[in-house]
């Protein structure tokens, strides 16, 4: 009898993101071994860039279309994009199409690469309908829904729903997760003052959730929260939740940005 021919792992195009490549490469690593342990081939382009969000945001048009173009020429031949992030993943797939709405060489080319760009959380559960991961982490966590993941990409029930299967952990939802952190991007440079007060509030939330990690999809909210966190003298850790969903926290928590 003939075996069935093996139906052959989709290709993944991981989208690392500037703050996971700069500041948390261990991001990366853990985000490639989930997407490979759902069943996927991963890739990563050493030519990737920034998706162009600081430039977009910023009102600068022309200089984002020449970060969008190279990102889809990168990644258009994949089956799936995915990033760790969805501040990240709601630019590529949200954004890039408004970006060429009125450039008809691009306009398709950029709808058509929207449709596979999905946030890693989101990837795993809606895409790959993985029901849970092989990972251990001893302690208790409170999560943080991210702006762009939460509102733009609709993300909040699927990172709790792998959470639930980590052998060991303890869910504590924070008041107010759906907050904004006061990140923003450069919002949090261009009102620093506004940034912080927002931030403040946050972390209160944090403390009173009496959970011993800190995790969310974003590493510029997890910077700006750490970074708060670390100068109000708190032992409330802080890691992406990419993180503990492979098991991959053996590297010391993320450290934050600030004074």
């Not at 058509?112 to 890693?120: D, G, P, R, S």
């Not at 733009?152 to 907050?179: C, F, H, N, Y």
């Not at 700006?224 to 966190?229: E, F, Q, R, V």
Request: proline share 5%.
């Amino acid at each position: 009898m003939t075996p069935e021919p093996q139906k052959a792992r989709p290709r993944v195009g991981l989208f690392a993101t500037c703050l996971v490549d700069l500041f948390r490469p261990s991001v990366g690593f853990a985000a490639a071994k989930l997407i490979e342990d759902a069943g996927c081939e991963v890739h990563v382009p050493m030519a990737q860039t920034c998706c162009g969000q600081p430039a977009y945001n910023s009102g600068d048009k022309a200089d984002t279309r020449a970060l969008a173009k190279q990102v889809i020429e990168l990644f258009e031949g994949f089956d799936y994009v995915v990033a760790p992030s969805g501040s990240c993943g709601a630019m590529l797939k949200k954004h890039y199409p408004e970006l060429f709405k009125d450039d008809p060489a691009w306009e398709a080319r950029s709808h058509a690469f929207a449709e596979k760009v999905h946030e890693l959380v989101s990837f795993l559960t809606d895409v790959m309908f993985l029901p849970k991961v092989d990972a251990v982490f001893e302690g208790s966590v409170t999560y943080h829904d991210s702006c762009s993941g939460l509102r733009e990409l609709g993300i909040s029930k699927q990172p709790r729903k792998l959470l639930a299967g980590v052998e060991g952990l303890e869910l504590k939802e924070m008041a107010d997760s759906d907050v904004c952190c006061g990140f923003g991007g450069t919002f949090c440079i261009k009102y620093s003052d506004i940034s912080g007060k927002i931030v403040g509030k946050k972390t209160e939330n944090i403390e009173a959730a009496g959970a011993d990690v800190l995790l969310a999809g974003d590493m510029g909210c997890l910077m700006n929260m750490a970074g708060k966190l670390r100068r109000e003298g708190s032992k409330v850790e802080v890691r992406h939740v990419a993180e503990v969903l492979a098991g991959m926290t053996d590297t010391a928590p993320i450290a934050g940005s600030g004074k």
